[in-house]
């Protein structure tokens, strides 16, 4: 592995326009840092590792939920979207880290959940209360029921965490009442986005945070919030946990958009912000239409993180993810992994081999023209723990389905930071759930001097990648190789090689910036990338 030293000035990072080429960090503040010992990580954890992220040399912060929640669905059941919750600091907290994160050119984007809210919020409370056809029930989705006795749910929707999409409420008077829908889980009633209260509250509560000073937001189920005229059954009813079926009622319905423009407006009133939406939606007109000029600015796109590690494979991802941007003119966003998906080293098989080609994968997102978006926990390679006692599960999606699925817990255990035993520093507590003894080889402590380590391949990518001129240009154009491989060149002069074959590969002409393995007699190993100029 060779690095070579920086040839630029770094980039501007005051730049209005950022987030272009950001890399942005994804905190699932449960996991990342505890700085009170009650075993979950906390803001003021967050807080005394900033240290650790501006060497990482990330941009930007994406800090999942940290609003008041009863944590029916970690955080994103939000209970009042501006306040932030004692579990995680208070306020204080969050205003303590803001300021610190900017003190160190660090940018901080929060999670909105606007689809729905938590049942404890007070707007749900006074639903319940109400009566049906009361202004307090219109800002919810209530419904009678269908047959005799309005005892079944008013349409065949079923959640994502399984189960149906509706539940039932008793009356104020007692009686088997209405029922209001929740397209995640009962805990998570949705909002009704066609009503103007809810709208003009959700502005209030963008507005409240830019003033406060961050610096954008990632807007969960940002394809979500309409809902169609009538709420018709689904033709089919799939099980599927996040749904990007474009056939599917619940998602993607034409009248977000007029949502997403809205929103718009009110971030453009503080002209640094981003907005980051969580789109899944496969077809790449009806994807691109989320990021036109006078919607969001940026949009997730998730075929890398479903993509294996075959060459034709990521190459198809790449151009499918290019495409769909390209024709509003809108930045390509990539991502491996998050809080919701298996994480990569996993996917790619596990292992040393699972590592390997995660390690190559991470060079190939970085060699790429748009914004990154790395989870907590993939710049140490860790794997996903598949094996956490059912006791300590705590994703809605285990009870949900019966105890049959073990839901996204596995992505979500907490940091190994150092030390040689579990919590490795997470947490002078008992940490919400059990890390694996075998991390102690993954901790931050034991990867941040070894120059070999995946930590140390973040950090020299994430350097170069900002300061080196080969990475400019909004393009790339495909290079040929041989079978079972990609390469690809950026206008700047950056040449991205993936081996994803079996055999060991001649590199093309040029100096080697980087590699995620060590070369074999001048030759690219199986499971590795390259950089050269
Ligand atoms: C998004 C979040 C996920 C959450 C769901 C409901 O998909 O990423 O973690 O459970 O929305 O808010």
């Known amino acids: 592995m060779t690095a070579t030293p920086a040839a630029q000035a770094p980039a501007d990072r005051s730049d209005r ?7 942005f960090y994804q905190v699932y503040p449960r996991s990342f840092a505890d700085s009170d010992g009650d075993g979950i990580g906390d803001l003021g954890g967050v807080r005394e590792k900033l240290g650790y992220l501006e060497l990482l040399g990330v941009d930007a912060l994406w800090i999942c939920p940290v609003m008041r929640s009863p944590m029916a669905d970690g955080g994103y059941d939000v209970a009042d979207p501006r306040d932030i919750d004692a579990l995680f600091g208070g306020m204080a907290a969050f205003d303590q880290l803001l300021a610190e994160a900017h003190a160190r050119r660090l940018k901080v984007t929060m999670d909105l959940v606007p689809n729905h809210t938590s049942r404890e ?8 209360a109400a009566a049906p056809g009361s202004p307090e029930r219109a800002r919810y989705i209530f419904r009678d029921g269908r047959g005799p006795n309005g005892d079944e749910p008013p349409n065949n929707w079923p959640s994502i965490f399984r189960g149906p999409a509706w539940t039932r409420i008793t009356e104020p008077d007692g009686t088997p009442g209405q029922w209001y829908l929740h397209l995640f889980a009962p805990e998570q009633p949705d909002l009704n986005w066609e009503n103007p209260e809810v709208v003009a509250d959700f502005e209030q509560t963008l ?20 809902k169609p005229p009538g709420l018709p059954d689904m033709e089919s009813v799939s099980t599927k946990m996040l749904i990007h079926d474009d056939t599917d009622p619940r998602f993607n319905n034409p009248g977000v958009h007029d949502i997403h423009r809205r929103i718009r407006k009110v971030i453009d009133e503080y002209p640094h912000a981003v907005s980051i939406g969580e789109v899944w939606v496969d077809d790449n007109t009806r994807f691109g239409e989320y990021v036109r000029p006078d919607e969001l600015h940026l949009a997730f796109n998730f075929r890398l993180a479903e993509t294996p590690f075959t060459a034709d494979a990521v190459r198809h991802a790449i151009d499918n993810s290019l495409a769909a941007v390209a024709p509003v003119g809108a930045v390509p966003t ?19 081999a699972g590592l390997a080609r995660a390690r190559a994968m991470i060079l190939l997102e970085l060699a790429l ?3 990154v978006f790395v989870y907590n926990g993939a710049e140490l390679g860790l794997p996903n723990v598949d094996d956490l006692p059912e006791d300590a599960l705590q994703d809605p999606v285990w009870e949900r389905s019966g105890r049959t699925e073990r839901g996204r817990d596995g992505c979500r255990v907490p940091i190994p930071w150092e030390s040689e035993w579990p919590p490795f520093g997470f947490t002078v507590g008992e ?19 070894d120059v070999g380590s995946t930590l140390s391949l973040y950090r020299m990518a994430i350097e170069l990648r900002g300061l080196r001129p080969e990475f400019a240009g909004p393009r790339i154009e495909w290079y040929g190789s ?24 001649p590199l093309p002409p040029g100096e080697l910036l980087l590699a995620s393995a060590s070369l074999t007699s001048g030759h690219l190993p199986p499971d590795a990338a390259a950089w050269l100029v």
């Open 17 to 23: 326009e950022w987030w272009r080429s950001a890399v």
């Open 121 to 128: 919020h007070p707007w749900f409370q006074a639903a319940l």
């Open 207 to 226: 507005r409240f945070w830019l003033d406060r000073g961050v610096d954008g937001f990632r807007i969960d189920v940002a394809h979500g919030m309409a």
């Open 334 to 352: 990539w991502t491996l992994s998050n809080h919701d998906v298996e994480r990569e080293v996993t996917r790619y098989g596990g292992g040393a």
């Open 369 to 371: 023209p748009g914004s």
């Open 431 to 449: 940490s919400w759930l059990p890390i694996p003894p075998e991390w102690a080889a993954l901790s931050v402590e034991t990867q941040l001097e």
């Open 482 to 505: 041989p079978a079972g491989c990609l390469a690809f060149r950026r206008p700047g002069g950056l040449v991205c090689v993936l081996n994803a074959s079996a055999a060991p590969i």
